[in-house]
């Protein structure tokens, strides 16, 4: 018996001994990648970051219930610094004193599909009790109802409709395009105004690519899509791959075309010089650019801390990268997370940045 024990014994030590030496090489990697991290300034759940000039002055908006703005250099990726986030939108004349659902912008107007909440006693749920489009001519200060959404508070399931509003978020405003959805009914937006559009029928994304700009579908009834293009990269002011999402595939088209799969929903996408960043359900990956656009294989490893900070325990909601001519290492980029389950940290779920000037694989921290 006692030789039976002394055998298990030492079958788990060389058990232990091969798995710490096997993963201890990623455990310390991470290790080296922690940072003291800040407080972070915008919290709550983001699911919008887009581009939007204003008196000639370019801006980052995001949603997180409130629009929430910060003065942005489109071409120095190092002008960018932490914090500076103001909110732009609250109660009082004017303005929405309503939950921002999301926004989306063009080149002269901001929009939002804001909301108010209805709270079901009787189910134990709280629904929308009215959304609808607003729209802002100067920055956020003042809305007007573009468009009123049906919306009944009382049922529950698929009861309501799901709206999407979304825009081609180009760093180049004169391609900037805003357009919602609406129960399979396209409309774009311009001027602060609605117009039914056949070509954003059923469509959750869209992307300005070789001049003109094409659609993604929304991959199920509950879940939209994400789309972005290579705009920038080579010396082209229009992108001339678009990248777009169809639940946890990659699909990319224009010069080149070809799909892959990534294992989990894609929530968000996002170009630099040398990858394109994949936010999922289950944290943040990323492949590597092939010189034609194309897509190539998927790089493990982060020369930052982006997989550290974006593990499979969140969801990363939202991208954005400031200069996709620059490579990840020396971009300033944005995202936006949220909780995959209840284990994660709650102050995790807010506005996260990488700037290129903080020094080491710590780039990115709490904005």
């Known amino acids: 018996m006692k030789l039976l024990e002394k055998f298990f014994f030492s079958f788990a030590l060389i058990c232990a001994a091969f798995f710490l030496g096997g993963c201890q090489d990623v455990i310390f990697a991470n290790i080296r990648k922690e940072v003291k991290l800040n407080d972070g300034t915008v919290s709550g759940s983001i699911r919008a970051l887009i581009r939007f000039e204003d008196g000639g002055q370019e801006y980052i908006y995001l949603a997180n219930g409130k629009a929430v703005y910060r003065k942005a250099s489109p071409k120095d990726v190092n002008e960018h610094k932490e914090g500076g986030w103001e909110k732009v939108c609250s109660g009082g004349s004017g303005g929405l004193g309503k939950y921002v659902v999301t926004l989306a912008a063009d080149a002269t107007h901001l929009y939002a599909l804001a909301a108010t909440w209805d709270e079901n006693t009787n189910k134990g749920q709280n629904r929308w009790y009215t959304r609808a489009i607003y729209a802002s001519g100067d920055g956020g200060l003042n809305w007007s109802v573009v468009h009123n959404i049906p919306t009944s508070p009382t049922g529950t399931g698929s009861d309501n409709s799901e709206v999407y509003l979304f825009c081609t978020n180009t760093i180049e405003k004169d391609n900037r395009t805003a357009y919602f959805n609406y129960d399979g009914t396209g409309y774009k937006l311009s001027s602060g105004s609605a117009t039914s559009s056949d070509d954003a029928k059923g469509a959750a994304s869209c992307a300005y690519v070789d001049g003109e700009v094409k659609f993604a579908p929304a991959s199920s009834t509950y879940y939209g899509s994400t789309s972005c293009t290579n705009e920038g990269i080579g010396g082209d002011a229009d992108g001339k791959v678009r990248y777009w999402s169809n639940g946890s595939t990659l699909h990319w088209d224009g010069d080149v075309s070809g799909n892959k799969s990534v294992g989990s929903r894609i929530y968000s996408l996002a ?95 709490r904005d």
């Open 271 to 365: 170009v630099t010089k040398d990858y394109i960043l994949v936010g999922t359900e289950s944290g943040i990956e990323h492949y590597r650019l092939n010189s034609d656009g194309s897509v190539g294989g998927r790089d493990e490893n982060f020369a930052t801390n982006a997989d550290a900070i974006m593990s499979g325990g969140y969801e990363v909601n939202a991208l954005l990268v400031v200069d996709p001519s620059k490579l990840e290492t020396e971009n300033t980029i944005y995202a936006a997370i949220d909780f995959e389950g209840r284990s994660q940290q709650f102050d995790h779920v807010c506005i996260w940045a990488c700037y290129p000037w903080r020094a080491g694989s710590g780039k990115w921290n």
